[in-house]
């Protein structure tokens, strides 16, 4: 029976568990934290908007598209599809499950790439994160051999 790897993560903290067969309970691989996802926005970026030229004889500031935590939340669910595209590449599961808030879930989803997004058979848009591991066995029951 293949391993199946299962993310339970937000913009802030991703636990990764995995599941080596029936009766084989949940394993903690890897805890990984995201402090700067904590953050406020007025933390993340520089007191005042960057000055450019106008396009008539005055001068602006332009605002940032995109608020600096949702970039911090972006780059948190880049390095955890790294983590998940280097487990396939070296083949430590067959397949994996994924936990996460609908906002973070869209983030992860955006930036998987396809062979490792094929590997995905289940997507639950919960957060999980403060989910005692028992607890968590339980949410799965449907889904996993425990």
């Given at each position: 029976m293949a391993i199946t790897w299962i993310l339970v993560a937000n913009a802030s903290l991703a636990r990764l568990y995995a599941n080596l067969g029936p009766k084989q309970g949940l394993q903690l691989v890897k805890e990984i934290?995201?402090?700067a996802?904590?953050?406020k926005n007025s933390e993340l970026s520089s007191d005042r908007a960057g000055q450019m030229q106008a396009s008539i004889s005055g001068h602006g500031s332009r605002?940032?598209?995109t608020p600096p935590k949702e970039n911090a939340a972006r780059s948190f669910a880049q390095k955890l599809a790294k983590e998940l595209y280097l487990g396939r590449s070296r083949n430590l599961f067959g397949r994996a499950i994924v936990i996460a808030p609908p906002a973070f879930m869209?983030?992860?989803n955006a930036v998987l790439d396809r062979?490792?997004?094929q590997l995905i058979t289940d997507r639950f848009e919960k957060d999980y994160t403060k989910t005692p591991e028992p607890a968590l066995r339980d949410h799965l029951e449907g889904c996993l051999f425990v």
């Open positions: 934290a995201h402090p996802s904590r953050m605002e940032q598209q869209g983030m992860l062979p490792t997004a």
